[in-house]
T-cell receptor, first 114, second 113 residues
Framework: DAEITQSPRHKITETGRQVTLACHQTWNHNNMFWYRQDLGHGLRLIHYSYGVQDTNKGEVSDGYSVSRSNTEDLPLTLESAASSQTSVYFC?????????????FGPGTRLTVT | AQSVAQPEDQVNVAEGNPLTVKCTYSVSGNPYLFWYVQYPNRGLQFLLKYITGDNLVKGSYGFEAEFNKSQTSFHLKKPSALVSDSALYFCAVRDGGYSTLTFGKGTMLLVSP
């Protein structure tokens, strides 16, 4: 069965370190998204991609970067981790360009920055 | 700009009773509306969506939602709640066309036995 996986599931890092969160999907979807989930804020979009070599900034992109070198993967990098980036991170994917398709979510990565 | 509001942080209902989780939205064009559910320590799961057509949309696990254009609402409903329905529910909207999805802050549904 097709799926979307994230790794690691839990990560503790120190302030100032670079961290990369992996996202891999086997749906063969063109569109991939990264969100963060924080209490009182719901889900907020960090970065998204509509295809290979395409990346776009979302609502809360400062301090984060992504790259899309193939269809299956969209890694999220925190250039210099900050305590404000302690959160749960979700990757999602969807097909098509019409906007009518639902997104499929990964299980999430809980990141703690100390 | 598009936005979505879920006015209740928590909804409490007894098992067997009907449930409603409220959602209102704001878009400049035609809305595409979605409901997702999140169980503890899990990712979001798609429940149902409204794109066009019949205002009453049926989805997974017996849930349904009614699109009301005049009230700009898309409330989630179920005729008879189960304890296993207890979870966090998110409403989401995008403007017709290809904008990104905007999520509400979520409503915790607690169904008591």
């Amino acid at each position: 069965d097709a799926e979307i996986t994230q790794s690691p599931r839990h990560k503790i890092t120190e302030t100032g370190r670079q961290v990369t969160l992996a996202c891999h999907q086997t749906w063969n979807h063109n569109n991939m998204f990264w969100y963060r989930q924080d209490l009182g804020h719901g889900l907020r979009l960090i970065h998204y991609s509509y295809g290979v070599q395409d990346t776009n900034k979302g609502e809360v992109s400062d301090g984060y970067s992504v790259s899309r070198s193939n269809t299956e993967d969209l890694p999220l990098t925190l250039e210099s981790a900050a305590s404000s980036q302690t959160s749960v991170y979700f990757c999602a994917s969807s097909e098509g360009r019409t906007g009518s398709s639902e997104q499929y979510f990964g299980p999430g990565t809980r990141l703690t920055v100390t | 700009a598009q936005s979505v509001a879920q006015p209740e942080d928590q909804v409490n209902v007894a098992e067997g009773n009907p449930l409603t989780v409220k959602c209102t939205y704001s878009v400049s064009g035609n809305p595409y509306l979605f409901w997702y559910v999140q169980y503890p320590n899990r990712g979001l799961q798609f429940l149902l969506k409204y794109i066009t057509g019949d205002n009453l949309v049926k989805g997974s696990y017996g849930f349904e939602a009614e699109f009301n254009k005049s009230q700009t609402s898309f409330h989630l409903k179920k005729p008879s709640a189960l304890v296993s329905d207890s979870a966090l529910y998110f409403c989401a909207v995008r403007d017709g066309g290809y904008s990104t999805l905007t999520f509400g802050k979520g409503t915790m549904l607690l169904v008591s036995p």
